[in-house]
């Protein structure tokens, strides 16, 4: 008698998300565990900041570029990894020099993983 074994790949996706709301940080997490063939990789919340309060951005970057060279495909956030969140991109006194250095995290992310997608997502401001 022959067995049947199903064989699952499974993706892994490195995913920062655009801040700690659990629409944003659980619920993402919730829907990959209703699949057999996804494992979601997240930072700790404790990363992420609160409200107004921005990330730890340095820490998140180092966690991507660790968890990237585990992953199949990247998602993330602009937002959380340039300003620490939604709301402190808004209300940011980031740097010029800040502010391209962690824009080159990216070249170097791309660099240390060509073949990897990267999807990057970000939102335009609205204005009344």
């Not at 998300?17 to 565990?33: A, T, V, W």
């Not at 970057?61 to 495909?73: G, Q």
């Not at 999807?119 to 335009?124: A, Q, R």
């Amino acid at each position: 008698m022959f067995m049947i074994i199903e064989v699952i790949k499974i993706i892994k996706i490195l995913y920062v998300p655009l801040d700690e709301r659990p629409c944003n940080y659980l619920y993402p997490q919730y829907i990959s565990k209703t699949r057999k063939d996804i494992e979601l990789i997240v930072p700790h919340k404790e990363l992420l900041g609160n409200k107004k309060e921005p990330g730890d951005v340095n820490k998140i970057w180092e966690f991507v570029l660790e968890e990237s060279v585990n992953a199949d495909i990247m998602v993330l956030s602009i937002e959380m990894l340039i300003y620490g969140g939604l709301l402190p991109s808004r209300l940011h006194n980031l740097s010029k020099e800040e502010g391209s250095k962690r824009i080159n995290n990216f070249i170097t992310l791309k660099e240390l993983n060509p073949l990897t997608p990267i999807f990057g997502f970000n939102l335009i401001m609205r204005t009344p």
